[in-house]
């Protein structure tokens, strides 16, 4: 493609002080901060999608920080100090993605969040109603509430669910639309000079002495900083990070007359997922039934996935509701044995900001900005 580049296209389309591999919500909020914070910065954002080809614009959209069975297990991992931290950075990088669109922006309705348990897991729902208080406690100076996680038994017979015998509530988790929000986000960072440049593949990083070169399906840019918020992706330039990729398998419903659900909801310990949109059910998960064959950055679906949401839909969400499905689709999500994401510097001018765990729309914001300010104090 390089010899079909004019003069003004390589010097205007081609170069940049910054490069932002990755046009979802972590690069759109580095580029961001980036021009915020320096105004006279030149920034090209590089996508290799048409859309953004991870899961920025594929998730369920949960504006959520965590339900009981999931703050369990995270509390095993990094202790309580370590998740107070976390959840504060989930529930703040909510608020800021609130403020910056602004909440029609981003379809933010909050109808509570809500987690499921059958008969069979009564021990399991047990132990999480023992640990109300205790997560009540944990996050109440985070979010100014003192009792945000509830029992909700009786709210089972409203919803219309089949075989649950308890019902946990988080009266604080929410919803929005993710396809909103990125296309305001996508206004917003245009508004600022900020070049998002689609169908642009980066196939190779190439450091020299004075600039850093990208190798790309449109031919090469350059740049004097490269910041790669690729999530799962960035195995291909930097395999030695500890990232894993985890396809999420997504069913939607057609819509249903008179549906009676409302909310967000957590079922098997957060693997399953579900929501109303525009009266319809969305549906997500499933990847713990085969972690190995969804630990993959190709998106697609797989039988076994599939008949596991429907049969969910079937027996226990919609057991005595006729329904039909409109379409599936997948999205690719980056996790590690840590729950913090990778925000660094790899390399001397390349810097990273990756591995989301699932909670893109949560720390999106926050990542996107701690990047940002990285790049801005190397200026």
Same mark, same amino acid.
């Given at each position: 493609m390089a010899h079909h580049q004019s003069y003004w296209e390589k010097q205007n389309f081609f170069t940049a002080d910054v490069i932002i591999v990755g046009s979802g919500i972590v690069g759109l909020n580095a580029a961001l901060t980036i021009k915020q914070g320096s105004p006279n910065t030149s920034v090209i954002v590089l996508e290799r999608g048409f859309l953004p080809n991870g899961a920025s614009t594929k998730n369920a959209g949960f504006a959520c920080f965590g339900s009981i069975s999931e703050l369990i297990?995270?509390?095993?991992?990094?202790?309580?100090?370590?998740?107070?931290?976390?959840?504060?950075?989930?529930?703040?990088?909510?608020?800021?993605?609130? %403020? =910056?669109?602004? #909440?029609?922006?981003?379809?933010? +309705?909050? &109808?509570g969040g809500y987690e499921l348990f059958r008969p069979a897991e009564n021990s399991l729902a047990e132990e999480c109603v023992l640990k109300l208080s205790?997560?009540? %406690? =944990?996050?109440? #100076?985070?979010?100014?509430?003192? +009792?945000? &996680?509830?029992?909700?038994?009786?709210?089972?017979?409203?919803?219309?669910?089949?075989?649950?015998?308890t019902l946990l509530k988080n009266k604080l988790e929410a919803q929005i639309n993710p396809g909103k929000m990125m296309k305001n986000l996508l206004a917003k960072v245009n508004g600022l000079g900020v070049l998002v440049l689609n169908s642009c593949e980066v196939n190779k990083?190439?450091?020299?002495?004075?600039?850093?070169?990208?190798e790309t399906s449109q031919g090469n840019f350059k740049c004097k900083k490269v910041v790669l918020t690729t999530n799962a992706f960035i195995n291909q330039f930097y395999p030695m990070l500890n990232v894993v990729p985890g396809r999420g398998q997504v069913i939607i419903t057609k819509p249903i007359p008179n549906l009676r659900l409302k909310g967000?909801?957590?079922?098997?310990?957060?693997?399953?997922?579900?929501?109303?949109?525009?009266?319809?059910?969305?549906?997500?998960?499933?990847?713990?039934?085969?972690?190995?064959?969804?630990?993959?950055?190709?998106?697609?679906?797989?039988?076994?996935?599939?008949?596991?949401?429907l049969k969910l839909l079937q027996t226990i969400?919609?057991?005595?509701?006729?329904?039909?499905?409109?379409?599936?689709?997948?999205?690719?999500?980056?996790?590690?044995d840590k729950l913090h994401p990778i925000i660094e510097e790899i390399n001397p001018n390349i810097f990273c900001a990756v591995r989301c765990n699932g909670m893109g729309i949560a720390i999106g914001s926050n990542t996107g900005q701690e990047v940002g300010e990285l790049v801005l104090k190397d200026l």
């Amino acid at each position: 493609m390089a010899h079909h580049q004019s003069y003004w296209e390589k010097q205007n389309f081609f170069t940049a002080d910054v490069i932002i591999v990755g046009s979802g919500i972590v690069g759109l909020n580095a580029a961001l901060t980036i021009k915020q914070g320096s105004p006279n910065t030149s920034v090209i954002v590089l996508e290799r999608g048409f859309l953004p080809n991870g899961a920025s614009t594929k998730n369920a959209g949960f504006a959520c920080f965590g339900s009981i069975s999931e703050l369990i297990e995270q509390e095993k991992i990094c202790g309580t100090d370590g998740l107070h931290e976390l959840i504060s950075k989930r529930w703040s990088g909510l608020l800021k993605l609130r %403020a =910056l669109l602004g #909440d029609e922006k981003i379809c933010y +309705e909050n &109808y509570g969040g809500y987690e499921l348990f059958r008969p069979a897991e009564n021990s399991l729902a047990e132990e999480c109603v023992l640990k109300l208080s205790h997560f009540n %406690a =944990l996050i109440a #100076d985070i979010v100014s509430e003192k +009792e945000v &996680y509830s029992v909700a038994n009786d709210q089972i017979p409203s919803f219309g669910f089949k075989n649950i015998s308890t019902l946990l509530k988080n009266k604080l988790e929410a919803q929005i639309n993710p396809g909103k929000m990125m296309k305001n986000l996508l206004a917003k960072v245009n508004g600022l000079g900020v070049l998002v440049l689609n169908s642009c593949e980066v196939n190779k990083i190439n450091e020299e002495e004075t600039q850093i070169v990208l190798e790309t399906s449109q031919g090469n840019f350059k740049c004097k900083k490269v910041v790669l918020t690729t999530n799962a992706f960035i195995n291909q330039f930097y395999p030695m990070l500890n990232v894993v990729p985890g396809r999420g398998q997504v069913i939607i419903t057609k819509p249903i007359p008179n549906l009676r659900l409302k909310g967000t909801f957590h079922y098997d310990k957060g693997f399953y997922y579900f929501r109303n949109v525009d009266d319809r059910i969305l549906l997500g998960g499933g990847r713990n039934l085969d972690f190995k064959s969804e630990e993959t950055t190709a998106f697609g679906e797989t039988d076994k996935v599939q008949a596991a949401l429907l049969k969910l839909l079937q027996t226990i969400i919609l057991p005595d509701t006729p329904f039909e499905l409109e379409q599936t689709w997948s999205g690719i999500m980056a996790f590690g044995d840590k729950l913090h994401p990778i925000i660094e510097e790899i390399n001397p001018n390349i810097f990273c900001a990756v591995r989301c765990n699932g909670m893109g729309i949560a720390i999106g914001s926050n990542t996107g900005q701690e990047v940002g300010e990285l790049v801005l104090k190397d200026l």
